[in-house]
C-alpha cells in the first residue's frame, strides 16, 4: 500500500470555487425555473480583445505549414512573449530583464508551484484574508503557516511586525479579495522588513491592470531593492480575459540569491528554471503569440476598454451598498468589492441567503480565512446586464 501524502487530509474537502459552485448546481437542480448571477469566481465575461484575436489566429495559422510549424517551445517561454511582458514593465517605468520572465499557464499554478523551491522549517507569512491558494498549497507540503491579520482597523492592508522574523511573505495587492491597494511607503515597509530579514516576497500582482492612480505601485519591482527580495506572478486571466485561453508569467530575478545550509549560492532564477524544464513543457505557441500582442500598444488599449466596463459594474455595486448603508472595500483599483454582511450574518450564511431568495451567488469571505468570516465578495466581471439586475435584486432584500 502506498503512504499517501497525509497533509491532504488537514485541507478543507474541497477548494472554495468548487465548493461554491456544487451548491450553485444542487439550487439550480432544485430550482430550473429562478435564474441565478453569478458574481461569485472572477471569471470575465468580456470576449477576447481584437488584437489577441488576431495573433490567436496567426498562431494556429502557423500549425499549418512546415515552415512556421512549432512543435515543443522552450520551457520559459518564447523571447517574442517575454520581450513583450519586459515592454509592458518599461512602459509602466520599471526595468525587468525578459531572462527573468518565465511564461506560463497562470498565476494560480505558477503561486502554488513555487513552493517546491522552498525546504522545511520556514516562517511562512500569509496575510487573512487573502486567495485561498497560497495556504492551501503550503498545506499540501506540510508547511506550518503563520498568519498576518488584515482587518477593517488597518484597512485591510496589514504591515510587517518588526519584531518578528520570517522567511517567506506572500502580498497580493491589489488584494484579493478585499481590493485593498498598498501604497509605495508601504510596499517599501514590507520590501525593507524582507531585506532585514533575508526573506522573499511572493508577490501577486494579478490585478494591478485595474489599479487607476497612477501614484500607486503596479509592480513590487517599483520598489527600489525588490529585485533583491521578490518574485511576483502576473496573469493575463483579468488583464486581458485570458481566463480560459490560460497564460500567466513570473518574474524571478537573478538578484534572488541565497545560501544553502553548507553555504553554496542557490540563485532561484536558476531553481526555478530547473524546476520549469523539468516539470514545464511550456505554455503553447498559439496562447504565448496571442499574450504578446496584448501587450503592444493596440493590445493594451483595447484590454483596457474592458476593464472599463467592469469597473463601471463595479460603481454600479459600489452606488448600491452605499445607497443601502453597508460598509464595504475594493472595487476603485480592483474588480473585487468586499462588504461587511448585513444583520450580523456570518459569510455562508449570507451567502444562502442571497441565493435563496434574490438567487444572486458571492463569495463567502470565510473561505479566503478567518477574518473574512463576517465578509462577502461580489465581483464587478458580470455582464452590465446581470450586474444591474443583482442590485436591483439587493434593493429588494436590505
Ligand atoms: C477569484 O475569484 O478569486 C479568482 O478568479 C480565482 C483565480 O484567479 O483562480
Not at 41 to 68: F, N, Q, Y
Not at 186 to 191: A, G, I, N, P
Amino acid at each position: 500500500m502506498p503512504k499517501l501524502n497525509e497533509n491532504y487530509l488537514q485541507l478543507k474537502d474541497s477548494y472554495l470555487f468548487a465548493e461554491i459552485a456544487h451548491r450553485t448546481a444542487a439550487y439550480t437542480e432544485k430550482n430550473p425555473d429562478k435564474p441565478v448571477i453569478r458574481l461569485g469566481i472572477g471569471d470575465v465575461t468580456r470576449p477576447l480583445c481584437e488584437c489577441a484575436l488576431k495573433a490567436l489566429h496567426e498562431g494556429v495559422d502557423a500549425m499549418a505549414s512546415t515552415d512556421t510549424f512549432k512543435g515543443y517551445g522552450p520551457e520559459q517561454g518564447y523571447a517574442e512573449t517575454r520581450n513583450a511582458i519586459a515592454g509592458y514593465y518599461k512602459r509602466n517605468g520599471i526595468d525587468v530583464d525578459p531572462a527573468a520572465i518565465f511564461i506560463s499557464d497562470g498565476a494560480k499554478s505558477d503561486t502554488g508551484n513555487i513552493t517546491e523551491l522552498f525546504g522545511e522549517g520556514n516562517v511562512i507569512l500569509i496575510p487573512d484574508p487573502v486567495y485561498p491558494v497560497y495556504v492551501d498549497s503550503n498545506t499540501m507540503f506540510g508547511n506550518k503557516v503563520t498568519y498576518i491579520s488584515g482587518n477593517a482597523e488597518n484597512d485591510f492592508l496589514p504591515m510587517p511586525d518588526h519584531s518578528q522574523h520570517v522567511d517567506v511573505i506572500y502580498i497580493c495587492s491589489p488584494n484579493n479579495p478585499t481590493g485593498a491597494c498598498y501604497n509605495k511607503q508601504q510596499l517599501k515597509e514590507w520590501v525593507d522588513y524582507a531585506l532585514e530579514n533575508e526573506a522573499v516576497i511572493l508577490f501577486d500582482s494579478a490585478y494591478e491592470a485595474f489599479i487607476a492612480d497612477p501614484e500607486l505601485p503596479r509592480s513590487i519591482y517599483a520598489i527600489e531593492g525588490a529585485k533583491k527580495c521578490a518574485i511576483e506572478f502576473c496573469s493575463l486571466s483579468k488583464t486581458a480575459g485570458f481566463t480560459g485561453t490560460r497564460c500567466g508569467y513570473t518574474v524571478v530575478p537573478k538578484e534572488l540569491v541565497f545560501q544553502s545550509s553548507t553555504g553554496v549560492e542557490m540563485s532561484l532564477n536558476a531553481m526555478w528554471n530547473r524546476r520549469q524544464s523539468t516539470k514545464y513543457n511550456g505554455t503553447s505557441y498559439i496562447v504565448q503569440h496571442g499574450a504578446a500582442a496584448v501587450f503592444s500598444e493596440e493590445g493594451i488599449r483595447e484590454c483596457q476598454e474592458n476593464l472599463e466596463y467592469y469597473k463601471k459594474n463595479a460603481a454600479v455595486i459600489a452606488d448600491t451598498l452605499t445607497e443601502l448603508g453597508i460598509r464595504f472595500y475594493g472595487g476603485k483599483h480592483s474588480p473585487y468589492i468586499w462588504f461587511e454582511c448585513p444583520n450580523g450574518m456570518d459569510s455562508w450564511t449570507c451567502f444562502d441567503y442571497l441565493l435563496e431568495n434574490i438567487q444572486v451567488v458571492g463569495t463567502p469571505g470565510a473561505g479566503f480565512g478567518e477574518n473574512g468570516k463576517n465578509y462577502f465578495r461580489l465581483t464587478s466581471f458580470g455582464t452590465y446586464e446581470n450586474t444591474v439586475e443583482a442590485m436591483r435584486r439587493f434593493k429588494t432584500l436590505f
